[in-house]
């Protein structure tokens, strides 16, 4: 079993910066990203990266988002730059290891003046 915890969100003005982090109990995790959820909408995917360090993000989020990830930490971060209100929602992390999926609970992302 994989437990994450999340942590970083909060309220933030639109253009500015936010760091979230995801710190994972177990190890050889393969890919790891990034989803979130805003109020009555689908859960959609923000960012992944691979074991390797291969990443994958959302059109609405390329050049303002940066996803990395310390494998000796099991840790895997998101830095969230130039935000908007439109990215204000609920963000959950994911990790996957052999044919697992786990998540995390959620952090709160608020873009608001």
């Known amino acids: 079993q994989v437990q994450l915890v999340e942590s970083g969100g909060g309220l933030v003005q639109p253009g500015g910066s936010l760091r979230l982090s995801c710190a994972a109990s177990?190890?050889?995790?393969?890919?790891m990203g990034w989803y979130r959820q805003a109020l009555g909408k689908q859960r959609e995917l923000v960012a992944t990266?691979?074991?390797?360090?291969?990443?994958n993000y959302a059109d609405s989020v390329k050049g303002r988002f940066t996803i990395s990830r310390d494998n000796a930490k099991n840790t895997v971060y998101l830095q969230m730059n130039s935000l908007k209100p439109e990215d204000t929602a609920d963000y959950y992390c994911?990790?996957?290891?052999?044919?697992?999926?786990?998540w995390g609970q959620g952090t709160q992302v608020t873009v608001s003046s």
């Open positions: 994911n990790a996957n290891r052999w044919f697992a999926s786990y």
């Open positions: 177990g190890s050889g995790l393969g890919r």
């Open positions: 990266i691979t074991s390797g360090g291969s990443t």
